[in-house]
């Protein structure tokens, strides 16, 4: 039996814009809108989604980055909204991120050793310089970095090496899950399949659960365990990764699914294509919030906003039609 | 048949405060009419600075740029400023990844593509403007009499790069360089936006060169291929076959590291290619991915591997290509 380590209910993030100055009424962008999931110890939830979907929304709410509107959050139990910053604090040692860009997520005038050694002085993990330093000389070593990496400035890495670099950060105060927001959608191809691998190897050996958000629909069905995908704001359908995959149900997760271009020239496949663009959302279509864009829209799609259901093999997805897979 | 575009060993190298930078280190390849011709690689392999070295776009100096490039009987590399400025544009058009940095924001999308029209075809205002109305429609961008007069900032990005691809169509090119065009775009717009340049080639019968790193849109859109390393050209060969036979350890090695979509599995590892990239800035002795070659021999780090057709139209920069099989 699993134990749910994170758990998210009913999140709610609006960022007011605009208005103020001249007097224009302020508006509110809906980041994120309502969504409901947990995330156990050891797995992978990977959610993907395209620009503008809330999914890197959600992982700052759930990294304490940014209060939320609405909803809660809570992390080995631990609701965010009952505890203080000195609890908070504890929770954010065993929670952990890791950015997309490692250019702008180190500090260029910090030595290796002091960006590593800082999260393990934070939260008092260890104590002694010395101690720290040997530390900190392991995670590099574990994350694939020579030893003498310590003493030398972020710009001295490539890009790969700096995400390591990001990673071992990640690891050092003993996290239990790692965000990784678009971790490895800077790197080169190569480079990208070094990482993940790395990742792979860490969850395998320190049982980490990794709350993965990324638009690179084939990273995802590589690695990730279950699958969220956000349109809007919404989750739109969430399930195992070989379900999801295999039998997309929402009519989006299709058109997602469909669109990802196949490295093999012998697959012609047919496009579930998507008319149109992402509406704004500072004002999302009322009803589906999908329905300005899906091949499937009937009448009650264009007013009645379809909750999230089970559709079979575990899935839950948000639409109007009875068996959407097989329609 | 003679081709379109041919580029014969060219070389742009940058002066630097570090040293020259080999960026294109000896490159040569061809296009033929109506063919797309993908150029693929990672960071710093040089596909980038080819399409700008064909558009002459980039500075001379810091830049050099030697060999030739033959274009209609010309050599675009010795071609004067103006002489260069009536193609570009006109004969052969461009596409950016970046559509808002590429459009002027102060000018409108209308104008913009009727500019090039007035200036190349000699069409006067009103006709230039109905030129870029049926470009627009052309493209596929919805109620195109309003978006004539709108500001590129006013379109979504989808919407941008289908207002630079009808910008770069409107003269009729007979050649297109593309570079990553849908690299910025979200999956589900970056499908409708490969789904028309297809769709735009077979109507217009124009050429492309499209410079990419992704496998995926080389899989989709490529007749033949170019794979980039360090520089040079290190394995080209029709689509078909770089997916099924590829002989270069490189090509090989970013198949490999590709995730294939269907072929799910958290326990199977991706493959690596170990290390990084190596500079560009001294002499590369050997074959130029010889340190992260798995199959790598003493002959390798001592002579750089000359071109071996290993098919027709296959060939491979690899001292061991004819036995890799």
Known sequence: MSTTLLDVRDLVKHYPVGGGLFGRRAETVHAVDGVSFGVDAGETLAIVGESGCGKSTVGKVVLGLAPPTAGRVSFGGTDYADIGAADMKRVRRRLQVVFQDPFSSMNPRMKVRDIVAEPLENFGVIDGRSAITDRVRDLLVRVGLPADALNRFPHEFSGGQRQRICIARALAPGADLIVCDEAVSALDVSVKAQIVNLLLDLQAEYGLALLFISHDIAVVEHMAHRVAVMYLGKIMEIGDRDVLFAQPAHPYTRALLSAVPVPDPAVRRGRAALAGDLPSPIDPPRGCRFHTRCPLAFDRCRVDEPALRAVGSGRLAACHLDQPADA | ?325
Request: hydrophobic content about 45%; proline content about 6%.
């Open chain 2, 1 to 325: 048949m003679a081709a379109l575009l041919e580029v014969e060993n060219l070389r742009t190298h940058f002066a630097t405060r570090n040293g020259v930078v080999r960026a294109v280190d000896g490159l040569s390849f061809h296009v033929d009419a109506g063919e797309t011709v993908a150029i693929v690689g990672e960071s710093g392999c040089g596909k980038s600075v080819t399409s700008l070295s064909i558009l002459r776009l980039v500075d001379q100096p810091p830049a050099r740029i030697a060999g030739q490039i033959r274009f209609g009987g010309r050599n675009l590399a010795a071609l004067g400023e103006a002489e260069m400025r009536d193609l570009r544009g006109n004969e052969i058009g461009m596409i950016f990844q970046e559509p808002m940095t590429s459009l002027n924001p102060l000018l409108t999308i209308g104008r913009q593509i009727a500019e090039p029209v007035m200036l190349h075809q000699g069409l006067d205002r009103v006709a230039a403007r109905a030129r870029a109305l049926e470009m627009l429609t052309l493209v596929g961008i919805p109620a195109p009499e309003r978006r004539l007069d709108d500001y590129p900032h006013q379109l979504s990005g989808g919407m941008r790069q289908r207002a630079m691809i009808a910008m770069a169509l409107a003269c009729n090119p007979k050649i297109l360089v593309a570079d990553e065009p849908t690299t910025a775009l979200d999956v589900t717009i970056q499908a409708q936006i490969i789904d028309l340049m297809r769709d735009l080639q077979r109507r217009t019968g124009s050429a492309i060169i499209l410079i990419t790193h992704d496998l995926g849109v080389v899989a989709e859109m490529a007749a033949r291929v170019v794979v980039m390393y360090a520089g040079r050209k290190v394995e080209e060969a029709d689509v078909a076959t770089i997916f099924t036979d590829p002989r270069h350890p490189y090509t090989r090695g970013l198949l490999g590291a590709v995730p294939r979509p269907g072929s799910r599995g958290t326990n199977t590892r991706l493959a690596e290619i170990p290390g990084s990239v190596p500079s560009l800035i001294k002499p590369l002795v050997g074959c130029a991915f010889a340190g992260r070659c798995p199959k790598a021999g003493d002959i390798c780090r001592r002579a750089a591997p000359a071109w071996r057709e290993v098919g027709p139209g296959h060939g491979a920069a690899c001292h061991f290509a004819a036995g890799a099989a």
